[in-house]
């Protein structure tokens, strides 16, 4: 199964695609989709759209696990960030993709067993799992390979979007 992990976010959106074959990993990219602050937010929302539809059209997933929105004291990034969920969920459908959704709390849960991890233990699991020396600079992209291993964990129960 090939797994497209989804870190949601308007300035910073993190991806992973990762193989898991007889439950093995295999970590065939990861990245992040940038966005400018100066730049418009129609114009954000649309390199979201374009570049996520390329990385799925290059790589194929078979189904894409992505974080579920949460709630912060900020409204208007919550706003924001659900907006550029909203396009990645539809850049996602539009390519046939089945989609999963996670709460922090099942990620960390299915990454390192242990629901209330804190981000340093999540980071190493998520290294230990894939067998990577290290990890990206970016936290966003390695939450993309942790919502990737949890739904690989957990695709047997998952519930679609």
């Given at each position: 199964?090939?797994?497209?992990?989804?870190?949601?976010?308007?300035a910073?959106?993190?991806?992973?695609?990762?193989?898991?074959?007889?439950?093995?990993?295999?970590?065939?990219?990861?990245?992040?989709?940038?966005?400018?602050?100066?730049?418009?937010?129609?114009?954000?929302?649309?390199?979201?759209?374009?570049?996520?539809?390329?990385?799925?059209?290059?790589?194929?997933?078979?189904?894409?696990?992505?974080?579920?929105?949460f709630?912060?004291?900020?409204?208007?990034?919550?706003?924001?960030?659900?907006?550029?969920?909203?396009?990645?969920?539809?850049?996602?459908r539009?390519?046939?993709?089945?989609?999963?959704?996670?709460?922090?709390?099942?990620v960390?849960q299915?990454?390192?067993?242990?629901?209330?991890?804190?981000?340093?233990?999540?980071?190493?699991?998520?290294?230990?799992?894939l067998?990577e020396?290290?990890?990206?600079?970016?936290?966003?992209?390695?939450?993309?390979?942790?919502?990737?291993?949890?739904?690989?964990?957990?695709?047997k129960?998952?519930?679609?979007?």
């Amino acid at each position: 199964m090939r797994i497209l992990g989804i870190d949601p976010g308007f300035a910073i959106t993190g991806y992973s695609i990762i193989d898991y074959i007889g439950n093995k990993f295999h970590l065939e990219t990861s990245g992040a989709i940038l966005t400018e602050a100066k730049t418009s937010f129609p114009l954000r929302l649309e390199k979201i759209n374009k570049e996520l539809d390329h990385i799925i059209k290059m790589y194929q997933p078979d189904a894409m696990a992505i974080e579920e929105l949460f709630f912060n004291n900020n409204a208007k990034t919550a706003i924001n960030v659900a907006q550029a969920r909203g396009v990645i969920l539809v850049t996602a459908r539009q390519n046939n993709l089945n989609i999963y959704e996670y709460t922090p709390l099942q990620v960390k849960q299915a990454v390192t067993g242990y629901g209330r991890a804190d981000k340093i233990q999540v980071q190493r699991m998520v290294k230990m799992i894939l067998n990577e020396e290290k990890l990206p600079k970016l936290d966003d992209v390695t939450d993309s390979m942790a919502m990737a291993i949890c739904h690989a964990h957990s695709s047997k129960f998952a519930q679609r979007l």
